[in-house]
């Protein structure tokens, strides 16, 4: 029996650039196997932990999916824009950051620990009428997305060099960090998007040790990597 037969969790650090879906694809070709699945999708631009199910773990997909999620940000304030990302075209500019002090910053990522009723943003995988919302957002379309209870169980301020700051959140599933960047520049009066985004850990597995991509061809390297 391979290993990818026994199955097992493969935990990937996922570099900027490729989708989640693309890295489960590597895998699927390295593994040789159809049966691999991620735990919870990162953006392209974003970095970080992907815990790839493999063979009969597959079945552990959805408690894994359903684990809480750290993550470090990085936001620029004074500049909104269509995708609430540095991908998107900017949408308008406001200089007020300058008189904020780091204080209001601090307490403002503070203040966003606990539950909320958060709105995701339009260029998204959330369904609208059956259709992802990037999609239609993408065509010019007009929709309201429905807003999602999610939680922010801890938020850290980590480093304050206006209009740029850095942050860490430890989440629920399903919390869109460029919709928490986003409603923090409104709370500042200000404006904001996310700008660099890395998941720390999911649940208890910390992105330490975590495979590269290209590792996945080493049998040795997933040999040591099974969780």
Do not use: N
């Amino acid at each position: 029996m391979t290993a990818a037969e026994a199955g097992g969790v493969l935990p990937v650090d996922k570099p900027a650039g490729p989708t989640s879906h693309d890295v489960v694809g590597m895998a699927r070709r390295a593994l040789e196997t159809r049966r691999v699945g991620h735990t919870g999708t990162l953006d392209p631009f974003a970095t970080g932990l992907l815990l790839l199910c493999v063979g009969p773990a597959t079945r552990l997909s959805e408690y894994l999916t359903g684990l809480d999620k750290t993550y470090e940000a990085t936001a620029l304030l004074g500049t909104r824009t269509e995708t609430e990302d540095a991908e998107g075209a900017v949408v308008s500019r406001d200089d007020r950051w300058k008189a904020l002090e780091p204080s209001e910053v601090r307490d403002a990522v503070a203040a966003m620990v606990g539950p909320m009723a958060q709105v995701p943003p339009a260029f998204s995988a959330k369904k609208v009428a059956g259709e992802a919302a990037h999609r239609r957002a993408r065509r010019g379309e007009s929709f309201t997305l429905e807003a999602v209870v999610v939680e922010v169980y801890a938020a850290e301020l980590l480093e304050v060099a206006l209009p740029e700051i850095r942050f860490r959140v430890r989440c629920s599933s399903g919390t869109y960090v460029r919709a928490l960047a986003r409603d923090l520049g409104e709370s500042l009066g200000t404006g904001a998007h996310l700008t660099a985004l890395r998941r720390t850990r999911v649940g208890a597995f910390p992105v330490d040790g975590a495979l590269p991509p290209p590792a996945l061809e080493d049998p040795a390297a997933v040999s040591a990597a099974w969780i």
